[in-house]
């Protein structure tokens, strides 16, 4: 399954976006991470496959909202509230089979990064 994300831009603090990735097939859990220079990709939010349970880090908790739509195979981040350290290259990601979206060792497939950057 190949995964793209989209919907990165420039944003002012306090502003609001919302990222999308376009899976081409059927996954199961699945999440956004994010990565700054200089810094190790993190896991932000995880969703699982039925959209029910969702996990979220603390720096997120609160400003972001992970949901999907399995019919459209779509994944999506409300992200609001935005601050200056939530600068950084969005990933989305899914996890092998019968693994827990809630932990990062659980992501095996990615998709390509999209830039969020806030200014002040």
């Known amino acids: 399954v190949q995964l793209q994300a989209s919907g990165g831009g420039l944003v002012q603090a306090g502003g609001s976006l919302r990222l999308s990735c376009a899976a081409s097939?059927?996954?199961?859990?699945m999440g956004w991470f994010r990565q700054s220079p200089g810094k190790e990709r993190d896991l932000v939010a995880g969703?699982?496959?039925?959209?029910?349970?969702?996990y979220y880090s603390d720096s997120v908790k609160g400003r972001f909202t992970i949901s999907r739509d399995n019919a459209k195979h779509t994944l999506y981040l409300q992200m609001n509230s935005l601050k200056l350290e939530d600068t950084a290259d969005y990933y989305c990601?899914?996890?092998?089979?019968?693994?827990?979206?809630?932990?990062?060792?659980?992501?095996?497939?990615w998709g390509q990064g999209t830039q969020v950057t806030v200014s002040s």
């Open positions: 990601a899914a996890v092998r089979m019968g693994e827990p979206f809630y932990t990062a060792p659980s992501y095996d497939n």
């Open positions: 969703i699982s496959w039925s959209g029910v349970d969702k």
């Open positions: 097939g059927r996954t199961y859990g």
